[in-house]
């Protein structure tokens, strides 16, 4: 057996018991009868499928993880609303005068967008489209909306086309949005694509400030992540957990809420 079908059988056998698991079979001797191979080999393979993310491990054998659900955007602009105010209000002071900001696509960034309409003369970039709709009628900013597919839920854009763009600026600060922020795995998003975006964004960045509200401070089973950088900044709400902006601080990351920063 060449190496290549060894690899693509590893695949569809890590595959099976993923589905195995979420139809309900979670012990080890099961799953090792269902797919054919040794309880070493089975245990070995949900070690490795939990690293993924893709079930949680327990004793003896294996849970399913909960499915990632992506609210629209009309959906995640009803929720935690005073949160994402207050999170704006700690982000527009680190945005210097004059300054060339890119915003990212979301609800979070979407209320930095309304304060920053005040704060001009800027220049945004921006890839959320509601956000440029928005900044398009300050007169002191000049807004620039990135090319790209329009992702239908967050209404971000990303592909080729945003990538090449974002490669030709240089900006003096980058507000990152997510889906779920965890210090070890990062920035989690629904698609590559989105991460890949987000990546280019924070790379012609002097400086880097992720908006999360506490609800998003988890590592939640969405199926794309991207490394935090120490150099960063997360902005909070008072609500989040002592221990997870512990977990935040001790990898680096400066962390500001509206209570204050570390």
């Known amino acids: 057996?060449?190496?290549?079908?060894?690899?693509r059988a590893t695949r569809q056998r890590r595959d099976a018991l993923v589905s195995l698991v979420e139809h309900g079979v979670d012990a080890v001797a099961t799953l090792s009868a269902e797919v054919g191979v040794s309880p070493s080999t089975v245990r070995r393979?949900?070690?490795?499928?939990?690293?993924e993310g893709r079930i949680a491990r327990t004793y003896g054998g294996a849970l399913a993880r909960e499915r990632f659900h992506e609210r629209s955007f009309t959906e995640s602009e009803r929720l935690h609303q005073a949160a994402k105010k207050r999170i704006a209000e700690v982000a527009v002071d680190l945005v210097p005068d004059a300054a060339t900001v890119f915003l990212d696509?979301?609800?979070?960034?979407?209320?930095?967008?309304r304060l920053l309409a005040t704060r001009g003369p800027r220049t945004v970039f921006t890839?959320?489209?509601?956000?440029?709709?928005?900044l398009a009628k300050a007169p002191d900013v000049e807004?620039?909306?990135?090319?790209?597919?329009?992702?239908?839920?967050?209404?971000?854009?990303v592909g080729p086309l945003a990538a090449l763009a974002?490669?030709?600026?240089?900006?003096?600060?980058?507000?990152?949005?997510?889906?779920?922020?965890?210090?070890?795995?990062?920035?989690?998003?629904?698609?590559?694509?989105?991460?890949?975006?987000?990546?280019?964004?924070?790379?012609?960045a002097a400086r880097v400030v992720l908006l999360a509200d506490s609800s998003k401070l988890s590592a939640a089973p969405v199926p794309a992540w991207l490394p935090i950088d120490p150099s960063w900044t997360l902005v909070t709400d008072p609500g989040a957990d002592e221990e997870a902006l512990s977990a935040f601080a001790s990898y680096g990351v400066r962390v500001l809420s509206p209570e204050g920063g570390s």
């Open 45 to 51: 393979d949900l070690a490795w499928l939990a690293r």
């Open 143 to 157: 807004v620039v909306l990135l090319g790209g597919r329009v992702q239908p839920l967050s209404h971000g854009l």
């Open 127 to 134: 890839r959320g489209l509601e956000a440029a709709a928005l």
């Open 105 to 113: 696509a979301g609800t979070t960034c979407l209320a930095l967008a």
């Open 166 to 204: 974002l490669d030709r600026l240089a900006v003096d600060v980058a507000f990152l949005g997510a889906d779920a922020v965890d210090p070890a795995r990062g920035i989690g998003e629904p698609t590559h694509d989105e991460t890949a975006v987000k990546e280019r964004a924070a790379a012609v």
């Open 1 to 7: 057996m060449t190496s290549s079908s060894v690899r």
